[in-house]
Structures are given as structure tokens and as C-alpha cells.
């Protein structure tokens, strides 16, 4: 039965209806035979049925006037039945009373039916049933039939035939041989039209086939199966066909989505390949899962190195902490870090800054499995921004030289002009001298002559001594403090540079600003006046001073910008540059008040970020404010920030913690900026 | 009824009558017995005309002519049917009383009328039977005649024929065909 199910589907359509056709045929022929078997047998048993009857009829007389030589003469004409094998005539009293053929004696007959074992039969044969009507029974080789012999309504015997069935075996063997002939034949016809025939059916399947396996095979999904009917199998056909287009016309898009996927993924891999920074993927344990060629890079080991490893290896403890915190932070929170600041040691030993960007990475479920990150060398940009402050420092410092060069001249140049008066004098002074020293040996030789007492007065005439007298401690205090000033100018430019001190000592802030007020005065003093209102209780911060001065200078020299642009150069309108500082205990805020323009809206986002600048090519850097923010906020741990109105002028506010434990400084830095560090 | 009662009485009797012979004298009623089963047969091959025995008759009327010889077996017929009518059996002497009668058997004591019998029913459709010797010859129809210890008849074709009767080919060919001596004469 497998193997059936396995063949073709064209033999299987043949072989069904040779089954079909040969089964059908088998039947209507055994029915036909059987049928014919049947009539035979009725008609075989109506014909002797007839002939009993004939032979009844003809033989009553002889029984009926006890003759038994006519019974046995009507018998003999059964000699013309050619399958006749015997017929016998009894008597009402059930005794045999004519037989033929004549020789068949009635212990002959008696014999054959006990042979024949059948009780009923002989019993029968003994004492026939005479009023009841036919009786008839088929052997293998014979008909017995048994008939009353009734006239004028009288049962006057009972004949008994025996026929032969030689005729119904021939006649079956005829019939078989026929049947096997014909459905020899039929078969054949059947199997000649079925295997014609099978193609209506089987031919579509088989191109279908066909096509499936050209379509499979070689993907040409272009392919079409032709349509050859509009049975279920067109119907098949077009389902197929349409499957096919729609794989078509799925297979392009994916192709196109395919392409512009690997297209995306080229792009996001060549992107992730080309950037400097590092990008990585770690568990939550923090080990690597993925990272691109920067990582690599950054941290100096081999891809293999560096798989697997876990990212806090490459940091000392204190770094490893804060790496720990941040993505404890971040799981916690859910959401990304900002880039948060660490150290990391090269494979070669060598420490480096790197910032890094922390977010979560879940599965599909929503739960947490690690993290991705894009981390950056800054190293070099840290010490750019050192540079560049250093730069800026020395900008500055070289802008305030002009300024602090003319403070200096003024009273340098009066010094100086004192200085010759003194020599002057001191010449005139020397003349009176030396009249008074001839005079005096005069007077010591008491040789006192009147023109010498007049030339000396001439000469103190001459030379103004009283004049002189009046003037030269007037220059002299003059220069002393114009050299005082000097000497005050020279120590304040002193202080706020503060050369060589990098850390942090306790300073006086309130000093420190008064003396960048002094070193920028020539920056100011001719748009503004400064108030300055300093809390005389400040504590002292602790403070790196070169780099507080620097952005108290910045804040300064901005205002005084702000109110130039307002009022406008070397006018006799002056603004007001406001200078206060307050103890607010744990911090020191400094206040910076200006009247100039305000800062304009749509800048006042940006004017902390490195590079931003309103001021014209050359006249800043763009890195004031922006260095101010990075010296308060990261190295002092401070706030800086501004009011503005537009109009009215800005407020620069500082402030600045007293306390100088770092630890604290951490935990403050957590809670109100999360991304100093 | 009465006549009923009567003829369950009379069957009565002739059975007792019959079986007290049957035992007593073996062989002459066992001849008397076969020739009346004869007679009686013999009205089943014999056609009548539908004048004398039409369909609403119901009777075939068997008349004995002279002395029976039967011993009673004859009335051992009395109420059998041939072809549907019911048999009756009539004892007479006279031939005034022939005309409804359908078979005549006319006994040996007869046979010196005989042909003034014989003369007088020729033209009766009258199916005459007897067992006297030479009665077929004599112009009767059907004679029964004793071969050994079977019982045989003759039958005379041509005084049936002459008589309207016709005689069935199966009881012909049982009987001994015989011709009338004064065929010529009588015709």
C-alpha cells in the first residue's frame, strides 16, 4: 500500500480506474453469470418440472389401471433427454412402480439413495409427499426433482428425475470462459483508454510538478504554470501561480529589504568602525559581549583580549567605583547616564581620560541584560583645555598688560618728572650751598665783604629756595605714592596670576577679588563705576586663586563689555559695575551685577559651551565662560550662574563651598550634577 | 339431512360390508374392488358430450343393468368426484331408466339382451362398460377382460364414436383396441 501511495500519480490514476473498471466488470460479469446460472437453474427445473408434469399426465392412466409397461414406455421417451439419468414413477402407496431406464430395479434405486445419506431424501424417494407440490434438490452433479402425479384432482404417485448437470457445467465453463476473454479484452481497452485519458488529469499535476521544481530549484519565481482548464485543478493552477507571485513579489521586497538592511548595516557598521570612540556592549557584570575597533584601540589590548573581559580590569579601584556607581545608577534609574568622566590604564600602563555614556540594553521580555556605552579618549582634550586655559590665562594677563602698563606710567612718570624737578632743585641747591660755604669761610677768615652777603642773596633769589622749600616734599610724597602705587599695582598683578600654585589653598576671597578689580581697572574705569560691597565675615574658601581670579577677571571684563556696548566708549555716562559677596555658611557667593544689555534670549543657553561667542573675530576666544564653568564646577565643585534681563543688565553668580572634603564634595556633586566628575 | 344421515349410515354399512368380505373372501372382492376402481377410472378419460353431462349437472350418474356383481364393492364409489361432479351409482333393470345415466355397466346376467341393450342406448352419449366376453366385439365400448391375475379392457374405438364419446388417447393406449363384428352392418 505504501508503494502505491509513492508511485506517480499517473500510474495511480491508471491503476484506479483499471481497479475500478476491473472490479465493475468482474461484478456485472459474476452477476450476469450468476444471474444467468439462476435462470438456468429455475429454467431447468421449470423444464423438468414440465416433463414430470408430461410424464404425470401421460403415466396417470397407466397407474390408475395399475399398468406399469405404459408407465415404463412413457418413461422410455426421457431416452431423448440427452442428461437424464434416471426418472421413476411411484405409486400412491409410495411403492416404486415404473422406472426408467426398465433395468433399474427398485432396490437399485433404494441403494443409490442410501448412498446418497440423505434420510429426508430416501424417505422422500420412499414415500414421496404426494400432496404437496414440487420438490426439487440440487446435488453437485445432479437434479432430483420429485412431482406429483395428480389427476382429476386425485395424487395418484409421484414421479422422480434425475437430470444431469453436465449442461449447467458447460454451460458455466462457456460463461467463464467468455467473462475471462471479455474482461481480458475490456481491460485492455480500459487500460489503453485510462492511460490516454489519465493525462486530462494527471498532465496539469505533472506540469505543476514541473514547474514547482524549476521554480525550487533555480528560484526563478518569474515561472508560471499554464492554465490548461478551468476545473480544481485551474483553480490549483492559479493558486499556484498567485502563491508564486506573491513569493515574487515577497521575494523582491525582501531583497530590496535586504539590501537596504545590509546597505543599513554596512552603514551603521562603518559608522561604528570609523568613529574614534569606543563603542561597547557588556553584562551585567560588566563583561564585554561587543565593542568595535576603538575600544581596542583606546585601551591598547587585541579584540581577543579583550572579549570576555570584564571592564573593570582596566582601571584602578577608585576609577573601577565610580564605573560601578554610574551603571549602578543607570540600572537603577532605567534611562542613560550622561558622559561621566574616568580613568582608565592602558595595557602599556599608560592612564588615560576616557568619557563615557552608559545605557541599559534589555531583551525583547523588557528585562535588564547589560549595558552599551560609547566611551571617548579625552585625555587630550583635557590637556587641550589646560592648554587652553593656560592660554587663556595668558591672554588675559597680556590684555591687562596695556591696561596695568598704563597705571603704572602715570605715576611713573610723575616719579620721573619729580625726580628731574629734585635734580634741578638740587643744582640751584648746590649753587646756594656753595655761596653758603663761601660765606660761611668768609665768615670763619671774618672777612665778611658786602657783595658776598648779596650774591648770596642773588642767589637764593636766583634759585627760588623758598619755592623749592614748598615744592620738594610735595614731589617727594607725590612719588612715594606713586611709587606705593606702583609697588600696590606690581603685588595685585602678583597675586592674581599666582604663578606656580596648583593646588588648592585657603584664600581670602574677598582680597582676591579687590585685586582683580585693581589689575582690570584700565578695563573698566572708563565705562563704569564699581561699587563693591564685600561681607567682611567671608570665610576663606579654599581655592586654586590664578584660576578664581581668572573668572572673577572673565565675569569683569564681560560686564564691562556689556555695558561699552551700551553706553559706549570713553563717554561721560558711566554704568555700574556691582561687586558683592556673601557668608551663606556652607558657601560664599559672589555676586557680579552689570548694567549693561542682558544676555540675548537665544544665547543664554549656550553661553557656558566651549567656542561660543558674540564677540567679533579676534577680540575672544570663546573660551571664557566656558573655561569659568569648567574651573568653578569641576575643579572647586561650585555653581556658576546668571540673571539677565534684557535691557538691564546681567548677574553673574558664584558660589562656592567652604568645606574642602572631597568626599562630601562627591556626594553634593551626585545629587545636583550628576555628570561632574 | 335425512338423505344425508342416510348416506353416512349406507357408507357406514358398505364399509363394515367391505371390510368383513375384504377379510372373508380375499380374492374375488379384490377383483370386484379393481373393477369398480376401473369404472370409475374410466369416466376420468372419457369425454361426454356437454349435452348429456353439462356443467351445471354436478352428478355423473354410473347405472348398473341387471344383477351387480360387484358384492357392494360399486357402492364403495358412491360420493367420489370425477372431474368435479359427484358420483352416483343407480341400480336398474329396466332400460326406460338409461337416459340420465352416463356410464351403464351392464352385468353378465344381461348378456342375452345384450344386443337389444346394446340396440336400444346405440345412439345414447352412454359410455358402456362390461366383463363379458366378446362385449367390445358386440358393439360395448369398453370390456373388461381378465389376463392372469391382472385385470385389462378392451375398447371398442368405433361404438364410442358412435356414441359422442371421446376416449382419452392415455386410456387407449392401456386398452386392447378391438373392432364392432357388424361394423359394416350397423353402419
Known amino acids: ?677 | 339431512m335425512i338423505i344425508k344421515i342416510y348416506r353416512l349410515i349406507l357408507i357406514a354399512v358398505i364399509c363394515g360390508t367391505i371390510a368383513s368380505w375384504v377379510h372373508a373372501q380375499p380374492l374375488s372382492s379384490r377383483e370386484h374392488l379393481i373393477k369398480a376402481a376401473f369404472l370409475y377410472n374410466f369416466a376420468k378419460f372419457v369425454d361426454w358430450s356437454p349435452e348429456s353431462l353439462p356443467e351445471s349437472n354436478t352428478s355423473l350418474i354410473l347405472c348398473v343393468l341387471g344383477q351387480d356383481s360387484f358384492g357392494g364393492a360399486l357402492e364403495s364409489l358412491e360420493g367420489k368426484t370425477v372431474k368435479g361432479r359427484e358420483l352416483v351409482v343407480r341400480h336398474t333393470t329396466r332400460l326406460e331408466n338409461l337416459d340420465k345415466c352416463h356410464i351403464l355397466f351392464i352385468s353378465a346376467s344381461e348378456k342375452k339382451r345384450l344386443p337389444e341393450i346394446l340396440k336400444s342406448i346405440s345412439k345414447m352419449n352412454l359410455l358402456t362398460v362390461s366383463d363379458m366376453k366378446g362385449f367390445a366385439q358386440e358393439g360395448g365400448i369398453i370390456n373388461l377382460v381378465k389376463e392372469g391375475s391382472r385385470i385389462r379392457f378392451e375398447i371398442n374405438l368405433d361404438a364410442a364414436s358412435l356414441s359422442g364419446l371421446i376416449i382419452s388417447s392415455n386410456l387407449l393406449k392401456l386398452a386392447k383396441i378391438v373392432r364392432s363384428q357388424d361394423r359394416k352392418t350397423r353402419k
Not at chain 1, 430 to 450: H, M, P, S, W
Not at chain 1, 643 to 655: H, L, M, N, V
Open chain 1, 1 to 677: 500500500m505504501n508503494s502505491f501511495r509513492d508511485t506517480s500519480i499517473q500510474h495511480k490514476l491508471t491503476a484506479i480506474i483499471m481497479l475500478t473498471s476491473s472490479v465493475v466488470l468482474l461484478l456485472s460479469s459474476a452477476v450476469f453469470v450468476f444471474n444467468d446460472l439462476i435462470s438456468f437453474r429455475s429454467s431447468l427445473i421449470e423444464k423438468l418440472t414440465t416433463l414430470a408434469e408430461v410424464i404425470g399426465i401421460t403415466s396417470a392412466s397407466a397407474i390408475v389401471f395399475s399398468s406399469p409397461e405404459a408407465a415404463e414406455e412413457t418413461l422410455s421417451a426421457l431416452e431423448a433427454e440427452p442428461h437424464m439419468i434416471f426418472a421413476c414413477i411411484y405409486n400412491k402407496e409410495g411403492q416404486v412402480f415404473a422406472t426408467y431406464p426398465f433395468d433399474l430395479a427398485g432396490e437399485d434405486l433404494l441403494i443409490i439413495e442410501s448412498k446418497g445419506g440423505d434420510f429426508r431424501y430416501k424417505e422422500s424417494s420412499l414415500e414421496p409427499k404426494m400432496a404437496t407440490g414440487d420438490d426439487y434438490n440440487f446435488r453437485k452433479d445432479y437434479l432430483d426433482l420429485f412431482r406429483p402425479i395428480i389427476f382429476d384432482g386425485d395424487v395418484l404417485g409421484t414421479i422422480y428425475i434425475r437430470s444431469g448437470l453436465l449442461e449447467l457445467y458447460s454451460r458455466l465453463k462457456l460463461y467463464c470462459g467468455v467473462v475471462v476473454i471479455v474482461i481480458t479484452v475490456l481491460i485492455l481497452v480500459a487500460y489503453l483508454l485510462s492511460s490516454k485519458l489519465q493525462r486530462v488529469i494527471s498532465g496539469p499535476i505533472l506540469h505543476l510538478k514541473r514547474t514547482m521544481k524549476t521554480v525550487s530549484q533555480e528560484k526563478k519565481y518569474s515561472l508560471r504554470a499554464e492554465k490548461q482548464s478551468n476545473d480544481e485543478l485551474g483553480l490549483l493552477i492559479d493558486g499556484f501561480n498567485e502563491m508564486l507571485a506573491q513569493i515574487q513579489k515577497e521575494m523582491a521586497e525582501r531583497k530590496q529589504a535586504e539590501e537596504a538592511f545590509r546597505e543599513s548595516e554596512e552603514k551603521y557598521r562603518t559608522i561604528l568602525e570609523s568613529i574614534e570612540d569606543a563603542y561597547f556592549e557588556v553584562d551585567l557584570a560588566g563583561n564585554y559581549i561587543f565593542f568595535n575597533d576603538s575600544l581596542n584601540r583606546i585601551l591598547g589590548y587585541s579584540p581577543d583580549e579583550l572579549s570576555g573581559a570584564n571592564s573593570r580590569q582596566h582601571m584602578d579601584k577608585e576609577n573601577a567605583d565610580k564605573l560601578h556607581q554610574a551603571s549602578q545608577k543607570v540600572y537603577g534609574a532605567g534611562k542613560s547616564d550622561r558622559a561621566f568622566a574616568c580613568e582608565i590604564i592602558r595595557k602599556d600602563g599608560v592612564k588615560r581620560q576616557i568619557e563615557t555614556s552608559l545605557s541599559l540594553v534589555g531583551d525583547a521580555e523588557g528585562h535588564r541584560t547589560g549595558f552599551r556605552g560609547v566611551a571617548r579618549d579625552i585625555t587630550e582634550q583635557k590637556e587641550l583645555e589646560i592648554q587652553l586655559s593656560h592660554a587663556q590665562k595668558l591672554k588675559s594677563i597680556g590684555q591687562l598688560a596695556a591696561g596695568i602698563a598704563h597705571e603704572i606710567n602715570t605715576p611713573t612718570q610723575y616719579v620721573g618728572d619729580n625726580t628731574r624737578f629734585f635734580q634741578d632743585s638740587f643744582s640751584g641747591i648746590n649753587q646756594v650751598l656753595g655761596k653758603y660755604e663761601e660765606l660761611l669761610n668768609a665768615v670763619k677768615a671774618g672777612e665778611i665783604g658786602n657783595d658776598l652777603v648779596s650774591g648770596v642773596e642773588a642767589i637764593v633769589e636766583k634759585v627760588d629756595v623758598e619755592y623749592l622749600k614748598k615744592e620738594i616734599p610735595l614731589a617727594i610724597r607725590q612719588s612715594i605714592d606713586g611709587l606705593d602705587r606702583v609697588a600696590s599695582i606690581v603685588r595685585a598683578m602678583k597675586d592674581f596670576s599666582h604663578p606656580g600654585v596648583e593646588e588648592k589653598i585657603s584664600i581670602d576671597i574677598n582680597k582676591a577679588i579687590q585685586n582683580t578689580i585693581t589689575v582690570a581697572r584700565n578695563e573698566w574705569k572708563y565705562v563704569a563705576e564699581m561699587e563693591i560691597a564685600f561681607d567682611s565675615t567671608l570665610p576663606l574658601v579654599p581655592c586654586l586663586p590664578g584660576e578664581f581670579n581668572q573668572v572673577i577677571l572673565n565675569i569683569i571684563i564681560n560686564a564691562s563689555h556689556a555695558i561699552r556696548d551700551v553706553v559706549g566708549g570713553g563717554s561721560e555716562k558711566k554704568g555700574i559695575i556691582a561687586v558683592n559677596t556673601h557668608n551663606l555658611g556652607s558657601e560664599v557667593e559672589i555676586r557680579i551685577r552689570d548694567t549693561g544689555g542682558g544676555i540675548p534670549k537665544k544665547i543664554r543657553s549656550r553661553i557656558f559651551d566651549p567656542f561660543f561667542t558674540t564677540k567679533a573675530v579676534g577680540r575672544g576666544t570663546g573660551q571664557g565662560l566656558a573655561i569659568s564653568h569648567s574651573i568653578i564646577t569641576e575643579k572647586h565643585g561650585g555653581i556658576i550662574r546668571f540673571e539677565t534681563k534684557d535691557g538691564r543688565g546681567s548677574t553673574f553668580i558664584i558660589r562656592l563651598p567652604v568645606e574642602n572634603d572631597p568626599g562630601q564634595r562627591e556626594k553634593k556633586d551626585e545629587e545636583t550634577n550628576p555628570f561632574c566628575g
